[in-house]
């Protein structure tokens, strides 16, 4: 299954340079998104707000195919 990852300002830091900080991440099955960010090496310190599908999320939420998670950083601002 797909997911699809929004890192914003510092958390961009972790993506590809070409990918502008969105990535689609294949994961074999359903995915807690503690355990997306440990695959993705993201402190969970490191993030302030979690969006799943455009509404408020947390970290202990299950994920399923074709979801989009927004991370953005704990501190600094959005760009």
Excluded: H
Excluded at 27 to 32: F, K, P, Q, R
């Amino acid at each position: 299954m797909v997911i699809e990852v929004r890192l914003y300002a510092g958390l961009k830091k972790y993506a590809p340079s070409s990918s502008s900080g969105i990535l689609a991440v294949d994961v074999s099955e359903s995915i807690l998104v503690e355990e997306l960010l440990e695959e993705l090496e993201i402190a969970a310190s490191e993030v302030g707000s979690i969006k799943i599908n455009g509404n408020a999320g947390s970290a202990r939420q299950t994920l399923q195919d074709g979801d989009r998670v927004d991370l953005l950083p704990a501190s600094g601002l959005i760009s």
